[in-house]
């Protein structure tokens, strides 16, 4: 187990944390990073691109021209490709890009984000953070006295007061702990989570 500072909205020291050095302190393997993002990125992918072939292309029913003895080359219809306003040959289809990793590999790797951020020091414990209503620049006060400018900030879900106050702040985002995953810790500066939203993360990550 290690022992984490615990902080209140205005950095001050209130306690300390035992987490388990597993999740929170762990190896941490890059590779893992990778193969996890591009699953993600690659699930993002609308895959809609696609272009009209021969049969979707309308007209054309009609021979251009006679088979043999004019000179020129057969042809069967004016909308197959090598013709203006003819279909698209061998183009694009609708696909779906996703593919999934495995669990292990997902926990493992989220395991891996969370220490790697402990290792950096840009993963910081706070004991509660519930705003009475939404308030943006409340919010932005409260990350500006906590010395952090790109959060990505974790709590349950329910705290809705909380996700609206900085859903609206450049650069930082709030995501419930269920939500958590590699791509979006990366992508920012610093962690800021609560301390029971620690404790559920140890829980389902160990």
């Not at 251009?64 to 057969?74: V, Y």
């Not at 698209?88 to 220490?115: C, E, F, I, Q, T």
């Not at 509660?128 to 943006?136: G, L, N, Q």
């Not at 930082?172 to 702990?177: H, K």
């Amino acid at each position: 187990m290690a022992k984490f500072d615990v902080y209140d909205l205005e950095k001050n020291k209130v306690s300390e944390l035992d987490l388990a050095d597993a999740v929170f302190a762990g190896e941490v393997n890059e590779h893992l990073f990778y193969e996890v993002v591009k699953a993600k990125l690659a699930s993002d992918r609308s895959g809609t691109h696609a272009v009209k072939n021969r049969s979707l292309v309308s007209g054309g029913g009609k021979k251009p021209w006679k088979q043999k003895h004019t000179g020129r080359a057969r042809q069967g219809s004016t909308r197959a490709s090598q013709w203006v306003g003819g279909g698209k040959a061998m183009g694009p289809k609708p696909r779906d890009y996703a593919y999934d990793v495995p669990k292990k590999v997902r926990k493992a790797a989220l395991r891996s984000a969370l220490a790697l951020r402990n290792r950096d020091g840009k993963l910081l414990i706070v004991s509660e953070w519930k705003p009475s209503a939404p308030k943006t620049a409340v919010a932005s006060k409260v990350l500006g006295k906590l010395g952090v400018k790109k959060a990505l900030v974790v709590d349950a879900a329910e705290n809705a007061a909380l996700a609206k106050s900085v859903r609206n702040l450049r650069g930082s985002d709030f995501l419930a702990a269920e939500g958590l995953n590699v791509y979006d810790i990366l992508r920012h500066d610093v962690l800021v989570i609560t301390a029971e939203t620690a404790k559920k993360l140890e829980a389902s990550l160990s």
